[in-house]
């Protein structure tokens, strides 16, 4: 009986030590390529790039001590008529190391439309100065893409959440 008990003992002791690995959803949350624009686009539209700051965690209290973030990354197209094509969303790290890329082919954003990419909680490969660079094309009378971000952290009932606006690059 005492072996029994010493086994279950240790396999529980074993197995809280191993730690869990979850999978990140924010490599692939929608199908991207369903979003893909397929046909040639005119040499008539402009072409604009858009810089975004995003926080993977934040420091808190000390500089040794951080509070993981939930990023949701907001690409709008402000435009009633147009759409706007983005050609890349690239996430960076604190570093400025490249983390992953978003899609392969332009993607279309309909007038008014929103289309969002969500950073896990506990990804936090960004760090605390990721960010993001945008690419994209639109019409010459049309409103440039707007890039949004919003960070969140809940624990019991304390909140934390901030925003991020996208910043058009020369």
Request: glycine content about 6%; overall charge negative.
């Amino acid at each position: 009986m005492k072996t029994i008990l010493r086994t279950l003992g240790l396999l529980l002791l074993f197995s809280a030590c191993n730690e869990q690995t979850q999978e990140i959803s924010s490599i692939a949350p929608i199908n991207w390529d369903k979003r893909a624009f397929q046909q040639a686009l005119t040499d008539t539209l402009e072409s604009g790039s858009t810089y975004l700051s995003v926080y993977s965690e934040i420091f808190t209290r000390t500089e040794q001590r951080t509070h993981n973030l939930t990023a949701t990354i907001s690409m709008r197209n402000p435009n009633r008529k147009d759409s706007v094509y983005i050609f890349s969303a690239d996430y960076f790290n604190t570093s400025g190391e490249l983390i992953r890329t978003y899609f392969e082919q332009p993607i279309y954003l309909r007038p008014m439309e929103t289309v969002e990419i969500v950073i896990d909680e506990f990804d936090k490969t960004g760090g605390t100065g990721a960010n993001f660079i945008f690419d994209w094309k639109k019409a010459s009378t049309a409103d440039d893409p707007f890039f949004e971000g919003v960070m969140i952290s809940t624990s019991g009932q304390q909140g934390l959440s901030f925003t991020t606006t996208g910043k058009k690059l020369k």
